[in-house]
């Protein structure tokens, strides 16, 4: 997950080179607590995501 600040995130970064295209890019303000918060709640949701497969697989 790649985090930049709402002036740089958008076009420039998400198609950025040395990002893969299944890294989500999420603007927020780091110093803003809701913006951290809701970043945190993504990195959550995606490996939750990315983690389904392997843990169905398991059982």
């Known amino acids: ?3 930049g600040t ?4 958008g076009p420039k ?3 950025a080179p040395d990002i893969p ?3 989500p ?3 927020c303000a780091a110093r803003d607590r809701t913006s951290s918060r809701d970043v945190l709640i993504a990195l959550i ?5 990315r ?4 843990l ?3 059982r």
């Open 45 to 49: 949701r995606h490996l939750k995501e």
């Open 13 to 15: 970064i998400t198609h």
């Open 51 to 54: 983690s389904a497969p392997a």
């Open 25 to 27: 890019v999420i603007a």
């Open 1 to 3: 997950m790649a985090c």
């Open 56 to 58: 169905e697989a398991a």
């Open 6 to 9: 709402a002036e740089t995130a």
């Open 21 to 23: 295209d299944h890294i």
